[in-house]
């Protein structure tokens, strides 16, 4: 392994465990404003990661803002800390638990939240991203 290939893989790592420890709190935040009777926090989480990870994919274009320093943002932000951040794993296992427990209405609106609460994020986060690459 090349130490530039090393140097992705850390980089990668780093930004792992910044986005699983902010999942994990920005979780117990939202659980303790509004409950758990509903994925509220995973919902949150999958609306402002899908909002980050649009704004930022916008400034890591060619002609972006942060163009120059793609590989790095790419690594450390867009998979490192939005990967580890975002939750469609839980988003799938709690709506695949709601439909288990015959709770049809809470899987359809975790599911139609979720999907459409995230595309409009990501398109707004690239959206202001492009604002700012101006």
Do not use: D, H
């Amino acid at each position: 392994m090349t130490l530039e290939v090393f140097k992705s893989y850390f980089w990668v790592a780093v930004g792992s465990m910044l986005g699983g420890m902010s999942r994990f709190w920005v979780s117990r935040v939202v659980a303790e404003r509004v409950g758990e009777t509903f994925p509220w926090g995973t919902i949150v989480i999958n609306i402002t990661g899908s909002f980050v990870i649009g704004l930022l994919w916008a400034l890591v274009q060619a002609e972006g803002r942060l163009g120059p320093s793609r590989p790095f943002i790419t690594q450390l932000c867009i998979v490192g800390i939005c990967g580890g951040y975002t939750t469609f794993s839980s988003f799938s296992l709690q709506t695949l638990n709601l439909l288990r427990e015959k709770q049809w209405l809470w899987a359809g609106g975790n599911i139609a939240i979720s999907v459409v609460a995230c595309m409009l994020a990501v398109w707004l986060g690239f959206i202001l991203g492009e604002v700012i690459n101006r």
